[in-house]
């Protein structure tokens, strides 16, 4: 991984290659083939926050904030992932953040290479590397671009394209709103743990001090779509994420041993627990395993944004949800920047890195 002088899927897609290079082939488990599409064991659970649930809470009828609140923290346990409409962000501005990230993947090659990002450090525009069942590098076929968002100090600019018209405004804004959306769900979900107060877990991820930071995928037409992964299968090692997509089926997790599509919702986003809240809340709430699937003629682009704790902040289980009985810690403590560190040398591994996490024995003798 020393050179970083890797051929862009975006660029070998559109040399018009009908055979992809060995460097990207790997076996692909195949998705379940669901055969009734309502289904509900096999969708996406999909909650209407209403608006105005992000508003005060003395501001909402108390009986419709606690069916929503109900609905999140069901989906956050036995999901992992969930779909949110309603959620306050006008569809103009999200209008705006597809438009300026598609203007940046539009931009000519060598431009976009002035953004590209060094070895160990992905901020920047990068291409993705994995790893085989053995072990051996392999290439994902897609692209994408990744910087924070907030705070600004830890935003790079010299990998910010400043010179795109919008970026800078749509981007700054699209955070402002998630921000907002971030900490409504970690107060929803702070009050079902019974933890000792509604900031509880915001402030076990940093408070203030925590980081938003975006991912914006691009993964173009594939000629052997069935040979590649846009994304290798994980969980995200954050604390949640929010993610944007088009209308273009693709993402895919892994829900009782099977891979299902996650169905597309015209205004929705998607939300899914990381692997730092599966070990604040001690096991309740699961990070699910994920992946990105390609297509033969169609393009694909999504946006994640992720909450992370800063890197010197302490994850454990929460307090309040251990004791010296029934209910030992099920994870060891750790930095976040630790965990980070143990996550990018390994690779994407399912949800190795998070199991990796739990005691060996968690129950007293």
């Known amino acids: 991984m020393g050179s970083w002088a890797i051929t862009r899927a975006q660029n070998l897609a559109e040399s ?3 055979t992809v290079p060995p460097e990207y082939v790997r076996q692909v488990e195949k998705a379940l083939v669901v055969q009734e599409a309502d289904d509900p064991r096999f969708l996406v659970p999909v909650i209407d926050l209403q608006r105005f649930s992000l508003l005060p809470r003395d501001h ?3 009986d419709q904030y606690d069916t929503i609140s109900a609905q999140i923290s069901r989906a956050a346990e036995n999901w992992g992932f969930f779909q949110i409409t309603n959620h306050g962000i006008p569809d103009s501005l999200i209008a705006r953040v597809q438009a300026a990230s598609r203007a940046f993947f539009q931009l000519p090659a060598e ?3 002035a953004y590209a990002n060094e070895a160990q450090n992905p901020i920047g525009y990068g291409s993705k590397l994995g790893y085989s069942a ?6 994902e076929w897609g692209d994408y671009y990744y910087n924070f968002m907030r705070p600004l100090d830890r935003r790079d600019m010299s990998k910010w394209p400043i010179q795109l018209s919008d970026f ?17 769900l970690l107060k929803v979900l702070s009050r079902d743990l019974g933890l000792e107060s509604e900031n509880s877990l915001n402030e076990s991820v940093g408070g203030e001090r925590k980081e938003l930071q975006i991912r914006i995928n691009y993964y173009p037409p594939c000629p052997q779509p069935d040979l590649v ?4 299968p994980h969980s995200d090692p954050v604390a949640i994420t929010i993610l944007l997509h088009d209308q273009i089926p693709g993402l895919q997790i892994r829900k009782d041993g099977a891979w299902i599509d996650v169905q597309f919702v015209p205004g929705a986003l998607v939300v899914n627990i990381g692997d730092q809240l599966e070990i604040l809340s001690n096991g309740k709430y699961s990070s699910i395993e994920h992946r990105s699937v390609v297509h033969k003629d169609r393009s694909r682009m999504s946006w994640a944004v992720f909450c992370t704790p800063p890197l010197d902040a302490v994850i454990a289980p929460r307090r309040e949800l251990i004791d010296d009985h029934d209910h030992p810690p099920l994870y ?4 976040y920047g630790e ?6 040398k390994k690779g994407l591994d399912g949800k190795g890195h998070v199991h990796g996490a739990k005691q060996q024995n968690p129950l007293p003798s």
């Open 16 to 18: 018009g290659i009908q």
């Open 60 to 62: 909402l009828c108390k």
């Open 111 to 113: 431009e976009k290479e």
């Open 134 to 139: 053995d072990g051996e590098v392999k290439l």
């Open 168 to 184: 800078t405004e749509a981007m700054d804004e699209y955070s402002t709103e998630l921000s907002k959306l971030f900490e409504y």
């Open 229 to 232: 992964v846009g994304v290798a």
């Open 332 to 335: 060891q403590q750790t930095s």
């Open 339 to 344: 965990y980070l560190n143990n996550f990018f």
